[in-house]
């Protein structure tokens, strides 16, 4: 069978069985047994988390360790081709996940690259291939400072070990080479002879650049032609078998040319494979339309889907309770002036190696006698202030190139003082050598760190907008502004990704569905968050506030607390109180308090609250499962190419990672698309009267079969006529009457013709049904019959809204063949 174009994707997390710690693996050939369903699903191709090789304990699969290989541990090149053949057989393509910034070091005789540096230094035949820090002014002495020891002291804990073939250097569980001739003498006497230097870790002294901030991750030069053939020799094997027919580029952000490694990349896939970027994108940020690539993995899309569905009529009331709970509202004002401040500190602590050689490089990369007089103290804050009010990932974009200087215009007249050290900055940003790199490459980092990774962990005035590429400054979205975005992704980028979970999500698209209820319903929530608070206080009232919308989003509605689910919840709090830094972090845990939290967490699960915890979800859950098949329908329907993540066909309540990459019961899938196939789906509306209640008899096992049926009837009419969708027009539908600002409905079509596709949802079920329902809304459809997709009604003309959702909140109109 002949390979489908793209029209849809689904991501598949893989793993090897030592990632497990059960032994339980989903390699290619798990992959492969699976292919039967997606097909039928209507997924036209099969997207892969990274398959190159990476450590072998690793669940996700973006710490590679040898990017010329695929991963043994996957079941390498032979069962890849297998995977290849049955989804070729069934008609489906394969989309990789690529990581060309950084390499996997945590081990580092795990990775042979890493280990023939650490033995030969400059010497190494791939020292060119990490961006290593050789100057003398580096803090290890023009050695590759290793950020590993617990204490100064701890040098002295230095063992040499000379039992195998070759000598080593032991650190506790940590090895590190020897060069060979200068094993002689005491540990520490062989520790000096090499080419780097283990450093106390908190000296923040890093001899190599990082991937953000992780230590174990260390960053390459594609920018060099030798590294980008070597590193991509695998990604030729792959095309010359005709495996796969796009790639996923890993954090592009981080590397020193992004344009130029796009643009070699693009040369080496060529024109017809599907090329997506993990480009976060700010709120008014434009993708660089010089970049040859077909789009991004969606963040901005998800950012909308969410808005979209937000009441906007709430948002001083959430404002206030934010406020009350945590001391802050949390608008667009609160908002800034939190991330810049803890951008800031990103900067100057976490990143503060980073900082320096950028420091060190501007003032190689200035040759007039501008900021000579600037310290390096007052040189290295200014950076900091800098990058933390960059408000962008990175500014060297061709599209956002007045960025930079806007900004150091503003800090200039703020800061009279510091205009020297801005005129050193700027004088290195001009130059566009070494200095403008790592100036582009740091405001990435800290943005990550700051914002998503500690700001997103602290806001909480609607925490389902905490999203990558999230503008918690934004309440909302109207309609109107919606559909201009669509209508410009259709023009300009009919080929990006679309998502509403990833791997990298904080929370799956079904648990923020329910949080987003809460902008319909502030009133009912601000009462009972103050008496949950009164009757069973957190130890801290931010702290509470936050993860009680967790809770909230995750709450079963049946009332029963698993065994598992209390794991899960106490694995994440940690994780999210940790990440917000505040009362405790990963590099100092606070005991006390995280054992108070789970505590408190558990009184929540366990406690008198319970019962009312229940009552309150089941008051909002239907309206969340209208939201999250609404968003759903839009985002299969809409511009760009959707992709669906793992498992999330069914309704489920992930986490953020570790927890989203759970093992997917496919039997359970499988079961339900054939209800789907013979019909067997029941209601999910009550009544039109009642658009945010479901039927009595109504189960969860009902309510995965609906989200299935959408997902199914959606991607299918995508493969059916792709020329639609793909590439296709785009064009808004309105209601009138009473209920006419809680539908949203697209329609689409082949370029240049009329629309054969209507798309139409619910939005805000809660706030309908208190406004009664949708009594007199109407919608006009263009000439013709049209068959809704989920029901299997026709209709035609003016048509009332509530015939039209009577059983079903979404529908998916396709206009029959004219016999004329």
């Known amino acids: 069978m002949s390979r489908r174009p793209i029209t849809s994707t689904y991501r598949l997390q893989l793993r090897g069985p030592k990632a497990d710690p059960n032994g339980r693996a989903f390699t290619f050939a798990d ?31 973006y710490d590679v360790i040898d990017p010329t290989t695929v991963n043994p541990e996957l079941g390498g090149m032979e069962e890849l081709q ?28 795990l990775n042979a690259w890493w280990w023939d540096v650490l033995t030969y230094g400059k010497d190494s035949q791939f020292e060119p291939y990490f961006d290593i820090d050789w100057h003398e002014d580096n803090g290890a002495n023009g050695k590759m400072g290793l950020p590993i020891l617990g204490s100064l002291e701890d040098i002295d804990k230095l063992e040499l070990d ?21 094993e002689d003498g005491t540990p520490q006497e062989v520790h000096d002879r090499q080419a780097y230097r283990l450093m106390y870790w908190k000296d923040g002294v890093i001899g190599y650049r990082r991937f953000f901030s992780v230590n174990g991750l260390a960053g390459i030069r594609q920018e060099n032609p030798v590294v980008f053939e070597h590193t991509h020799r695998i990604i030729r094997e792959l095309l010359a078998a005709d495996i796969i027919d796009g790639v996923r580029i890993d954090h592009p952000d981080g590397l020193s040319n992004p344009f130029g490694y796009l643009s070699e990349l693009r040369r080496l896939l060529g024109d017809d494979k599907w090329l997506v970027i993990e480009k976060i994108l700010g ?47 949390w608008d667009k004002t609160a908002v800034q002036a939190t991330a810049q401040a803890l951008k800031h500190d990103v900067a100057a602590h976490e990143l503060a190696a980073e900082v320096r050689r950028l420091a060190r490089a501007l003032r190689r990369d200035n040759w007039s006698i501008s900021g000579t007089s600037v310290s390096d103290e007052v040189l290295i804050d200014t950076i900091c202030k800098l990058v933390a009010a960059m408000p962008v990932y990175r500014s060297d974009y061709v599209s956002l190139s007045r960025v930079a200087s806007t900004v150091i215009g503003e800090m200039a007249a703020r800061f009279p003082s510091r205009v020297f050290a801005l005129d050193l900055i700027s004088a290195g940003l001009v130059a566009g050598g070494e200095a403008a790199t790592r100036f582009a490459q740091v405001c990435g980092a800290v943005m990550a760190k700051g914002v998503e990774d500690t700001t997103f962990y602290r806001a909480c005035r609607l925490i389902s907008l905490n999203e990558v590429g999230g503008d918690l400054g934004r309440y909302g979205m109207s309609a109107a502004e919606f559909h201009l975005l669509q209508s410009e992704r259709a023009r300009l980028w009919p080929r990006t990704m679309t998502t509403l979970s990833t791997h990298d999500t904080k929370r799956g698209e079904d648990v923020r569905a329910r949080i987003l209820q809460l902008s319909d319903v502030s009133g009912d929530w601000a009462e009972n968050v103050r008496n949950w608070m009164a ?50 972090s990963w590099t100092e845990p606070v005991e006390e308090f995280e054992l108070g939290i789970r505590s408190w967490i558990d009184a929540l699960l366990d406690g008198p609250l319970t019962d009312s915890i229940t009552e309150f979800v089941r008051s909002i859950a239907p309206a969340a499962l209208t939201t999250s098949l609404s968003r759903k329908l839009l985002q299969l329907v809409g511009p760009g190419i959707p992709d669906t993540y793992q498992g999330t066909e069914f309704t489920e309540d992930s986490l953020v990672d570790p927890d989203n990459r759970r093992f997917v019961d496919y039997d ?36 995965d079969v609906a989200k299935l049926m959408v997902t199914h009837h959606g991607v299918k009419l995508r493969a059916e006529r792709p020329e639609s969708f793909v590439g296709g027009a785009y064009q808004p539908v309105f209601s009138v009457g009473v209920g006419e600002r809680h539908l949203v409905g697209a329609a689409r079509g082949p370029k240049g013709e009329p629309e054969d596709v209507i798309a139409l949802v619910t939005r805000r079920p809660l ?13 006009t459809l263009p000439k013709g019959f049209w068959t809704d997709r989920f029901t299997g009604h026709t209709w035609s003309g003016t048509i009332a809204v509530a015939s039209l959702f009577s059983s079903f909140p979404v529908a998916l109109l396709v206009r029959e063949d004219d016999d004329d």
Do not use: C
């Open 283 to 329: 709120a008014e940020e434009p993708l660089d339309p010089r970049l040859q690539v077909d789009g991004t993995t969606g963040y901005d899309a998800l950012r909308e889907f969410d808005n979209v569905f937000v009441n906007r009529d709430s948002r001083d009331a959430m404002s206030m309770l934010a406020l009350q709970q945590s001391g802050s509202t």
């Open 31 to 61: 992959a492969a047994e699976q292919v039967g369903y997606l097909a039928d699903l209507g997924i036209s191709h099969l997207y892969l988390s990274p398959i190159l090789t990476s450590v072998p304990e690793s669940n996700h699969g």
């Open 82 to 109: 297998k995977l290849a053949q049955v989804a070729h057989k069934a008609g489906l393509g394969i989309i990789i996940d690529l990581v060309p910034n950084h390499l996997g070091v945590e081990e580092p005789k």
């Open 162 to 182: 000379t039992s195998g073939d070759d000598p080593l250097l032991r650190y506790y569980d940590n090895e590190f080479p020897v060069r060979p001739g200068t």
């Open 535 to 584: 009757i069973t206080p957190a130890p801290d009232d931010a702290t509470g506030y936050f993860l009680l919308q967790n809770i909230i989003g995750v709450w079963p509605t049946d009332g029963v607390i698993t065994d598992e689910l209390r794991e899960r919840l106490h694995d994440y709090t940690i994780k999210a109180i940790r990440e917000a830094d505040v009362h405790t």
């Open 668 to 703: 359970a899938r499988v079961a339900a698309l054939d209800k789907v196939a013979r019909d067997e789906v029941t209601s999910v509306t009550k009544s039109p009267e009642h658009p945010a209640e479901l039927p009595e008899d109504f189960t969860d096992a009902d309510a």
């Open 767 to 779: 706030g309908l049904q208190r406004e009664g329902g949708w009594g007199d809304t109407t919608v």
